[in-house]
Antibody, heavy 124, light 110 residues
Framework: EVQLVQSGAEVKKPGESLKISCKGS????????IGWVRQMPGKGLEWMGIIYPGDSDTRYSPSFQGQVTISADKSISTAYLQWSSLKASDTAMYYC?????????????????WGQGTMVTVSS | SYELTQPPSVSVSPGQTARITCSGDALPKQYAYWYQQKPGQAPVLVIYKDSERPSGIPERFSGSSSGTTVTLTISGVQAEDEADYYCQSADSSGTYPNVVFGGGTKLTVL
Protein backbone atom coordinates (compact mmCIF):
# COMPACT_ATOMS: atom_id res chain seq x y z
CA GLU A 1 0.00 0.00 0.00
CA VAL A 2 1.27 3.43 -0.98
CA GLN A 3 1.14 5.76 1.98
CA LEU A 4 2.61 8.86 3.55
CA VAL A 5 2.87 8.97 7.33
CA GLN A 6 3.56 12.30 8.98
CA SER A 7 5.07 13.11 12.34
CA GLY A 8 2.87 14.02 15.28
CA ALA A 9 1.38 17.29 16.42
CA GLU A 10 3.71 19.99 17.70
CA VAL A 11 3.28 22.84 20.16
CA LYS A 12 6.04 25.43 20.00
CA LYS A 13 6.78 28.96 21.12
CA PRO A 14 7.40 31.91 18.77
CA GLY A 15 11.02 32.07 17.69
CA GLU A 16 11.63 28.34 18.10
CA SER A 17 12.73 26.10 15.26
CA LEU A 18 10.85 23.06 14.00
CA LYS A 19 11.24 20.24 11.51
CA ILE A 20 8.29 17.98 10.67
CA SER A 21 8.53 14.82 8.63
CA CYS A 22 6.66 12.75 6.06
CA LYS A 23 7.71 9.13 5.48
CA GLY A 24 6.76 7.42 2.25
CA SER A 25 6.26 3.68 1.93
CA UNK A 26 5.01 1.19 -0.63
CA UNK A 27 6.55 2.94 -3.62
CA UNK A 28 9.81 4.22 -5.10
CA UNK A 29 10.26 7.36 -2.98
CA UNK A 30 12.94 8.83 -5.24
CA UNK A 31 10.77 8.70 -8.36
CA UNK A 32 7.86 10.96 -7.38
CA UNK A 33 7.58 14.59 -6.38
CA ILE A 34 6.41 15.18 -2.84
CA GLY A 35 4.83 18.46 -1.84
CA TRP A 36 3.63 20.37 1.21
CA VAL A 37 0.28 22.08 1.69
CA ARG A 38 -0.73 24.45 4.49
CA GLN A 39 -4.24 24.82 5.89
CA MET A 40 -4.67 27.49 8.53
CA PRO A 41 -7.56 27.00 10.97
CA GLY A 42 -10.88 27.37 9.16
CA LYS A 43 -9.16 28.40 5.94
CA GLY A 44 -8.35 26.94 2.53
CA LEU A 45 -5.48 24.97 1.09
CA GLU A 46 -2.19 26.68 0.19
CA TRP A 47 0.50 25.07 -1.98
CA MET A 48 3.84 25.66 -0.26
CA GLY A 49 6.40 23.86 -2.36
CA ILE A 50 7.60 20.54 -3.67
CA ILE A 51 10.73 18.40 -3.87
CA TYR A 52 11.90 15.60 -6.13
CA PRO A 53 13.78 13.27 -3.77
CA GLY A 54 15.73 11.67 -6.60
CA ASP A 55 17.85 14.78 -7.18
CA SER A 56 16.55 17.19 -4.49
CA ASP A 57 15.15 19.60 -7.10
CA THR A 58 12.98 21.90 -4.97
CA ARG A 59 10.41 24.51 -5.97
CA TYR A 60 8.71 26.99 -3.64
CA SER A 61 5.58 29.05 -3.92
CA PRO A 62 6.59 32.74 -3.93
CA SER A 63 4.48 33.12 -0.78
CA PHE A 64 6.65 30.62 1.12
CA GLN A 65 10.08 31.18 -0.45
CA GLY A 66 12.48 32.11 2.34
CA GLN A 67 9.94 31.28 5.06
CA VAL A 68 10.38 27.50 5.14
CA THR A 69 12.84 24.88 3.92
CA ILE A 70 11.82 21.67 2.18
CA SER A 71 14.25 18.79 2.12
CA ALA A 72 14.35 15.01 1.76
CA ASP A 73 16.49 12.10 2.93
CA LYS A 74 16.10 9.42 0.31
CA SER A 75 17.99 6.89 2.39
CA ILE A 76 15.03 6.75 4.78
CA SER A 77 12.27 7.77 2.30
CA THR A 78 11.41 10.86 4.31
CA ALA A 79 10.62 14.44 3.34
CA TYR A 80 10.85 17.37 5.72
CA LEU A 81 9.42 20.83 6.22
CA GLN A 82 11.30 23.10 8.55
CA TRP A 83 11.20 26.54 10.09
CA SER A 84 14.13 28.38 11.68
CA SER A 85 12.00 30.84 13.65
CA LEU A 86 8.31 30.13 14.08
CA LYS A 87 5.62 32.79 14.24
CA ALA A 88 2.10 32.57 15.62
CA SER A 89 0.87 32.86 12.05
CA ASP A 90 2.52 29.50 11.27
CA THR A 91 -0.20 27.81 13.32
CA ALA A 92 -1.83 25.45 10.84
CA MET A 93 -2.32 21.90 9.66
CA TYR A 94 0.44 20.85 7.28
CA TYR A 95 -0.06 18.06 4.77
CA CYS A 96 2.47 16.26 2.61
CA UNK A 97 1.22 14.74 -0.62
CA UNK A 98 2.45 13.07 -3.78
CA UNK A 99 1.17 12.65 -7.35
CA UNK A 100 1.65 8.90 -7.42
CA UNK A 101 -1.17 7.43 -9.52
CA UNK A 102 -2.19 10.19 -11.91
CA UNK A 103 0.83 12.43 -12.27
CA UNK A 104 2.88 12.93 -15.39
CA UNK A 105 6.15 13.69 -13.66
CA UNK A 106 5.47 17.41 -13.41
CA UNK A 107 5.95 19.37 -10.17
CA UNK A 108 2.50 20.86 -10.63
CA UNK A 109 0.55 17.63 -11.00
CA UNK A 110 -2.38 16.87 -8.73
CA UNK A 111 -1.77 15.13 -5.41
CA UNK A 112 -3.51 11.76 -5.19
CA UNK A 113 -1.84 10.41 -2.05
CA TRP A 114 -1.92 12.55 1.10
CA GLY A 115 -0.46 12.22 4.54
CA GLN A 116 -2.72 12.45 7.59
CA GLY A 117 -1.52 15.97 8.39
CA THR A 118 0.61 17.46 11.16
CA MET A 119 -0.94 20.15 13.34
CA VAL A 120 1.55 22.83 14.33
CA THR A 121 0.53 25.24 17.08
CA VAL A 122 2.72 28.25 17.81
CA SER A 123 1.78 30.10 20.96
CA SER A 124 3.52 31.91 23.76
CA SER B 1 0.25 36.72 -8.05
CA TYR B 2 -1.91 34.19 -9.82
CA GLU B 3 -5.39 33.50 -8.42
CA LEU B 4 -8.11 30.95 -8.98
CA THR B 5 -11.58 32.20 -8.11
CA GLN B 6 -14.32 29.96 -6.72
CA PRO B 7 -17.73 30.85 -5.27
CA PRO B 8 -17.62 30.60 -1.47
CA SER B 9 -20.72 28.45 -1.27
CA VAL B 10 -23.15 26.38 -3.33
CA SER B 11 -26.35 24.81 -2.01
CA VAL B 12 -28.44 22.09 -3.62
CA SER B 13 -31.13 19.63 -2.60
CA PRO B 14 -30.45 15.90 -2.69
CA GLY B 15 -30.76 14.47 -6.19
CA GLN B 16 -30.13 17.80 -7.89
CA THR B 17 -27.03 18.82 -9.83
CA ALA B 18 -24.33 20.94 -8.23
CA ARG B 19 -21.94 22.99 -10.36
CA ILE B 20 -18.86 24.57 -8.85
CA THR B 21 -16.81 26.92 -11.00
CA CYS B 22 -13.17 27.93 -10.88
CA SER B 23 -11.84 30.84 -12.94
CA GLY B 24 -8.27 31.74 -13.81
CA ASP B 25 -6.48 33.40 -16.69
CA ALA B 26 -4.09 30.51 -17.32
CA LEU B 27 -6.72 27.77 -17.31
CA PRO B 28 -6.81 27.53 -21.12
CA LYS B 29 -3.14 26.50 -20.97
CA GLN B 30 -2.88 24.57 -17.70
CA TYR B 31 -4.75 21.54 -16.39
CA ALA B 32 -7.11 21.94 -13.46
CA TYR B 33 -7.66 19.49 -10.64
CA TRP B 34 -10.41 19.18 -8.05
CA TYR B 35 -10.31 17.98 -4.43
CA GLN B 36 -13.01 17.16 -1.92
CA GLN B 37 -12.28 17.79 1.75
CA LYS B 38 -14.56 16.74 4.59
CA PRO B 39 -14.12 18.11 8.13
CA GLY B 40 -11.11 16.69 9.92
CA GLN B 41 -9.90 14.79 6.86
CA ALA B 42 -7.18 15.21 4.27
CA PRO B 43 -8.28 16.29 0.77
CA VAL B 44 -9.23 13.64 -1.78
CA LEU B 45 -8.60 14.05 -5.50
CA VAL B 46 -11.91 13.77 -7.42
CA ILE B 47 -10.95 15.12 -10.87
CA TYR B 48 -7.57 15.39 -12.59
CA LYS B 49 -6.51 16.89 -15.91
CA ASP B 50 -9.73 18.91 -16.20
CA SER B 51 -12.10 15.99 -16.68
CA GLU B 52 -10.52 12.66 -15.72
CA ARG B 53 -11.97 10.78 -12.78
CA PRO B 54 -9.67 8.75 -10.49
CA SER B 55 -10.46 5.16 -9.75
CA GLY B 56 -12.97 4.83 -6.93
CA ILE B 57 -14.58 8.25 -7.46
CA PRO B 58 -18.31 7.92 -8.23
CA GLU B 59 -19.45 8.59 -11.79
CA ARG B 60 -21.64 11.45 -10.58
CA PHE B 61 -18.47 13.55 -10.33
CA SER B 62 -17.38 15.11 -13.63
CA GLY B 63 -15.23 18.00 -14.79
CA SER B 64 -15.25 20.28 -17.79
CA SER B 65 -13.34 23.24 -19.16
CA SER B 66 -14.32 26.25 -21.23
CA GLY B 67 -11.93 29.12 -21.75
CA THR B 68 -10.80 30.60 -18.45
CA THR B 69 -13.34 28.61 -16.39
CA VAL B 70 -13.39 25.00 -15.28
CA THR B 71 -16.43 23.40 -13.68
CA LEU B 72 -16.90 20.52 -11.27
CA THR B 73 -20.34 18.96 -11.73
CA ILE B 74 -21.90 16.60 -9.22
CA SER B 75 -24.98 14.95 -10.66
CA GLY B 76 -27.58 13.47 -8.34
CA VAL B 77 -26.01 15.01 -5.25
CA GLN B 78 -26.07 12.86 -2.13
CA ALA B 79 -25.83 13.92 1.49
CA GLU B 80 -22.33 12.44 1.68
CA ASP B 81 -21.14 14.93 -0.95
CA GLU B 82 -21.44 17.80 1.51
CA ALA B 83 -17.86 19.05 1.80
CA ASP B 84 -15.42 21.75 0.78
CA TYR B 85 -14.19 21.58 -2.81
CA TYR B 86 -10.95 23.11 -4.07
CA CYS B 87 -9.59 23.57 -7.57
CA GLN B 88 -5.85 23.53 -8.26
CA SER B 89 -3.88 24.71 -11.25
CA ALA B 90 -0.76 26.67 -12.16
CA ASP B 91 0.04 29.85 -13.98
CA SER B 92 2.19 29.60 -17.07
CA SER B 93 4.52 32.51 -16.46
CA GLY B 94 8.02 32.52 -15.04
CA THR B 95 10.69 29.87 -15.01
CA TYR B 96 8.69 27.64 -12.71
CA PRO B 97 4.90 27.66 -12.93
CA ASN B 98 3.32 28.85 -9.70
CA VAL B 99 0.88 26.26 -8.35
CA VAL B 100 -2.17 27.60 -6.55
CA PHE B 101 -5.43 26.41 -5.05
CA GLY B 102 -8.72 28.20 -5.39
CA GLY B 103 -10.23 29.63 -2.23
CA GLY B 104 -12.61 26.70 -1.86
CA THR B 105 -16.35 26.21 -2.17
CA LYS B 106 -18.51 24.85 0.62
CA LEU B 107 -21.16 22.56 -0.83
CA THR B 108 -24.25 22.33 1.35
CA VAL B 109 -26.80 19.61 0.72
CA LEU B 110 -30.14 20.98 1.90
Amino acid sequence: EVQLVQSGAEVKKPGESLKISCKGSGYSFTSYWIGWVRQMPGKGLEWMGIIYPGDSDTRYSPSFQGQVTISADKSISTAYLQWSSLKASDTAMYYCATPYYYGSGSPHDAFDIWGQGTMVTVSS
Amino acid sequence: SYELTQPPSVSVSPGQTARITCSGDALPKQYAYWYQQKPGQAPVLVIYKDSERPSGIPERFSGSSSGTTVTLTISGVQAEDEADYYCQSADSSGTYPNVVFGGGTKLTVL
